[in-house]
């Protein structure tokens, strides 16, 4: 499966069109977002930018806990 870590603090999700469920925030580990969109990347179709080397955007894992 796949999520998408939303950076923009504007409650829009347009870019989304609607077809995806907001589900969490990130707690801990901002700075590990941060690097991976800070990674040079390249226009691969509609508005969708893909890190120049996908391996290093790899997250290698992720935990979800309730509140």
């Not at 990674?39 to 691969?44: A, E, N, V």
């Not at 179709?45 to 290093?56: C, E, H, K, R, S």
Request: avoid cysteine.
């Amino acid at each position: 499966s796949q999520f998408f870590i939303v950076l923009d603090n504007n409650t829009s999700t347009s870019n989304l069109d609607h077809q995806y469920t907001v589900f969490g925030r990130v707690l801990k580990g901002m700075d590990v977002v941060d690097k991976i969109a800070g990674l040079p990347t390249y226009k691969s179709g509609a508005n969708t930018d893909q890190p120049l080397n996908p391996d290093d955007a790899r997250i290698l894992s992720v935990k979800i806990v309730g509140k």
